[in-house]
């Protein structure tokens, strides 16, 4: 049990589809993060939610929307993707100070 | 703007051999800096910090020493074992509330028995 729970760990999707990314922490944070990771890149911060405050990442294209319904939740909507956004999407929750907790991560395949 | 830089890898070594992973950055103000490490398919955790000037971060018999002046916060272990096989990445905190991390690239450490 990390505390940091991601649903599905691997997903296929055409490029005409619609999924979502799920995130659930268990460790009562106040801040909840989508990164993206690719091969041989920086860890690329896509959203952050803190105190239910949404900062994000203006390079993010608009078809990844995220949504914070409540401080223990965090969702990736994807709609329309293409298959350079195939990578590994971690998602992560912090109470400040930099120390961050991750999931395992979804492996996303556009096809 | 801020930036953290890594040594390329993969760095491969034998098992007891002395490892440095040298990270170096760019910052405006006055940022912690992170080492966090990510074993094969978990996501990162976070391995040690440092908060100031001078100060060490240790864990697991892996350091790193703030280094105002050389801009610097190097990973070390005296031993490294096959376990400690994993990818390692330098990150800085640049605000204060430690919600904005920049991370490096990342350097892949095998160690062979």
């Known amino acids: 049990e990390t505390g940091v729970t991601q649903t599905p760990r691997h997903l296929v999707m055409g490029m005409t589809n619609k999924k979502s990314l799920k995130c659930e922490q268990h460790?009562?944070?106040?801040?909840m993060y989508w990164y993206k990771q690719s091969a041989k890149k920086p860890l690329e911060l896509m959203f952050v939610?803190?105190?239910?405050?949404?900062?994000e990442n203006n390079s993010v294209p608009s078809r990844f929307s995220p949504e914070c319904p409540n401080s223990s939740h965090l969702f990736l909507h994807l709609h329309t993707l293409q298959p350079e956004d195939s990578a590994l999407y971690l998602c992560?929750?912090?109470?400040?100070?930099?120390?961050?907790?991750f999931g395992s991560g979804t492996q996303l395949s556009v096809l | 703007g801020d930036s953290v830089t890594q040594m390329e890898g993969p760095v491969t070594l034998s098992e007891e051999a002395f490892l440095t992973i040298n990270c170096t950055y760019t910052?405006?103000?006055?940022?912690?800096l992170f080492w966090y490490v990510q074993y094969p398919g978990e996501g990162l955790q976070l391995l040690l910090k440092?908060?100031?000037?001078?100060d060490k971060g240790s864990n697991k018999g892996f350091e790193a020493t703030y280094r105002k002046e050389t801009t610097s916060f190097h990973l070390e272990k005296g031993s490294v074992q096959v376990s400690d096989s994993a990818v390692y990445f330098c990150?800085?905190?640049?605000?204060?509330?430690?919600?904005?991390?920049?991370f490096g690239k990342g350097t892949t450490l095998s160690v062979s028995s």
């Open positions: 460790l009562g944070h106040n801040a």
């Open positions: 910052a405006t103000g006055y940022p912690s």
């Open positions: 990150a800085l905190s640049y605000n204060q509330a430690g919600t904005a991390l920049i």
């Open positions: 939610y803190s105190l239910e405050e949404r900062v």
């Open positions: 440092a908060t100031k000037a001078d």
């Open positions: 992560a929750s912090s109470q400040g100070k930099g120390v961050l907790f």
